[in-house]
């Protein structure tokens, strides 16, 4: 069964320190979401991406997290500086669906959990 | 901005009852709702996706209704078991700038007691 790979699985740092995450979709899959969610909560969308483009990254706090996909199919998501408040499991998913309407069956990865000292 | 609830946020019942899980949003402009299922420290398994059109979805032993018109739908768990322990997470499809994202509540945190 395909599987959406991340790495790296646990990330512990100190904060001010950079930090990346790295996901490989599903092939085929045209979207890739990065979620982050803190202990206890719902996941919450920090970016999406359609292609190699930038659907929504609206709750991405861009003064310190970027996100890429170049070439459409890997992504990385990185944190610079980190801050304690960072600490989360960060997920990424990949779905077959372009565009708004359809079915759309998200797949997550195992997620990579951060924690920040 | 469309947001989702989801309560209660925690329920512990003995293992062979039938339960059920509740969630609600607050705009009915949604594509589909969907359940999920996360083990703790893991990722999230689709359970059931219910397209705005349907009323309901089953699989298994796991039933999910919606009623768009009062922003709710639960997931109905029949014959509760221990493997069943984990946290149920509910999610709205909503429209953004021609594309899809999901919404999701805090999720309600199920043990099944043997």
């Known amino acids: 069964e395909a599987e959406v790979a991340q790495s790296p699985r646990y990330k512990i740092t100190e904060k001010s320190q950079a930090v990346a995450f790295w996901c490989d979709p599903i092939?085929?899959?045209?979207?890739l979401y990065w979620y982050r969610q803190i202990l206890g909560q719902g996941p919450e969308l920090l970016v999406q991406?359609?292609?190699?483009?930038?659907?929504?990254d609206s709750q991405l706090p861009k003064d310190r997290f970027s996100a890429e996909r170049l070439k459409g199919v890997d992504s990385t998501l990185k944190i610079q500086p980190a801050e304690l408040g960072d600490s989360a499991m960060y997920l990424c998913a990949s779905s077959q669906v372009k565009g708004a309407g359809g079915a759309n069956v998200l797949t997550f990865g195992a997620g990579s959990r951060l924690t920040v000292l | 901005k469309q947001e989702v609830t989801q309560i209660p946020a925690a329920l512990s019942v003995p293992e062979g009852e039938n339960l059920v899980l509740n969630c609600s949003f607050t705009d009915s402009a949604i594509y589909n709702l969907q359940w999920f299922r996360q083990d703790p420290g893991k990722g999230l398994t689709s359970l059931l996706l219910?397209?705005?059109?349907?009323r309901e979805q089953t699989s298994g032993r796991l039933n999910a209704s919606l009623d768009k018109s009062s922003g709710r739908s639960t997931l109905y768990i029949a014959a509760s078991q221990p493997g069943d322990s984990a946290t149920y997470l509910c999610a709205a499809g909503v429209g953004i700038q021609g594309a899809q994202k999901l919404v999701f509540g805090q999720g309600t945190r199920l043990t099944i007691n043997p």
């Open positions: 991406f359609q292609d190699e483009s930038v659907v929504d």
């Open positions: 219910i397209q705005s059109s349907q």
């Open positions: 092939s085929g899959h045209a979207t």
